[in-house]
């Protein structure tokens, strides 16, 4: 049982930094250079929903609030990350999630969504979780129960429309959502409710870049060690690139010590992420258009969608739920490979491979599997003075 005074806050005090950007904040965006032109076709908007086999309808409800995953693996954590999507934020969050090549689940706000469709969309084509977090962000037990339902139900089809895609998880606002008259509402629309287990509080100040803070969510994110935590973060609510910078060791910390990242009721993520899948139709799309976020040409979406769309490929409807094929070139689904050549460090006092990762356009991972015959199995013992080789990007 968790103290409400001791749940989340959203940050409103926070609201004011909202879109301020220090100059760190862009050191550590440059940082990601390395995946972001893969990044960018997904950030056209001319954006997708992920595996096919996502649209279909949820797992019946798990009918207890989780406060951790339940065990289906030795060790699971599931990431989540509420009251977005942002701009300023989620796609930094997202980078550093494909990276590693981690899913987590986004608990969204629907007038957030609604807001920007294009990022739901893009959370859902690489490969993670949404979840409904209501749309107002309000306290659900301040409401009446036909206020609640609409809370709800507005940012369910926010999402639907956006992604075709219905959300299998509902968080209430502020952890308002254990009275079953609230839990009620969301296992009756197929939703699991989802507590959390470790609360690292990066809602909370200071709103601007601050390498202690970043440790404090570090060490609050993975601790104390359970089997199966369900971690809460932020994407949006104001400033959030602490987050972001203290994402890869949190990632690194349980991919370290042998734990599958799964969705809140433990359930693996399907494998693969962006190629292929299912394309809700927008205004102005045409087959053209919607081919440019993929790696196919419009004639291999409309084969594929030949039955619905009829005799001609010009008349497509907003709405219309395509089949998007998998291509076999990779070309806007990963980053580039490293190019030749490679540079030597010297780890330093104070490093880890993320901080050292993050003077190159190189992920932790892979500075990991460049040494990993010199580091052993535990990416978090480096010594000082060792040599590692930084793969070229
Ligand atoms: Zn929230």
Redesign the pocket.
């Known amino acids: 049982m968790q103290a409400w005074d001791d749940v ?1 806050h ?1 940050g409103d005090d926070d609201v004011d930094a909202m879109g301020a950007t220090t100059t760190d904040g862009r050191r550590w965006g440059a940082r990601l250079a390395g995946v972001v032109a893969a990044a960018a076709l997904l950030c056209t908007g001319q954006v997708i929903s992920g595996n096919a086999a996502q649209a279909a309808e949820c797992p019946a409800p798990i009918r207890t609030v989780l406060d951790t995953t339940p065990a289906t693996a030795d060790r699971t954590v599931a990431l989540t990350f ?2 977005g999507p942002l701009p300023q934020n989620t796609p930094d969050v997202l980078d550093v999630l494909r990276s590693s090549g981690v899913k987590a689940t986004f ?1 969204v ?1 629907g007038d957030q969504a609604a807001a920007h469709p294009d990022l739901v969309q893009r959370i859902v084509a690489e490969g993670h979780a949404i979840g409904n ?1 209501t749309w107002s ?1 309000p306290y659900l037990d301040r409401l009446t129960p036909a206020a609640r339902v609409a809370e709800i139900e507005r940012t369910t089809q926010t999402i639907v429309d956006a992604t075709g895609t219905e959300p299998c998880f509902f ?1 209430g ?2 952890g308002v959502h254990r009275d079953p008259a609230i839990a009620g509402l969301a296992w009756e629309r197929g939703m699991t409710v989802v507590d959390w287990s470790l609360d690292p509080r990066d809602w909370s100040t200071p709103a601007s870049w601050s390498p202690a803070f970043q440790q404090q969510i570090i060490d609050r994110a993975t601790s104390p060690r359970t089997a199966h935590p369900i971690v809460i973060l ?1 994407d ?2 104001g400033y959030r690139q602490n987050t972001v910078a203290a994402l890869d060791d949190v990632i690194s910390y349980y991919a370290s010590r042998g734990y599958t990242f799964t969705d809140p009721a433990g359930r693996a993520f399907p494998s693969g992420s962006g190629q292929g899948g299912t394309y809700v139709v927008q205004p102005g799309d045409t087959l053209g258009s919607i081919a440019a976020g993929y790696s196919a040409t419009w004639r291999e979406i409309y084969q594929a969608n030949r039955a619905t769309i009829g005799p001609n490929p010009n008349v497509i409807q907003v709405g219309q739920r395509l089949t998007i094929p998998g291509s076999g070139s990779g070309s806007g689904g990963t980053p580039a490979p490293p190019a030749s050549g490679t540079t030597t460090y010297v780890v330093q006092p104070g490093d880890t491979l993320g901080s050292i990762a993050s003077g190159y356009s190189a992920t932790w991972r892979e500075i990991y599997e460049a040494n990993r015959a010199t580091i052993g199995p535990d990416p978090n013992l480096i010594q000082v003075g060792q040599q590692l080789t930084i793969p070229a990007g």
């Open positions: 989340e959203e509420d009251d608990f706000r977090h962000h968080r606002p502020f932020h949006g609510g």
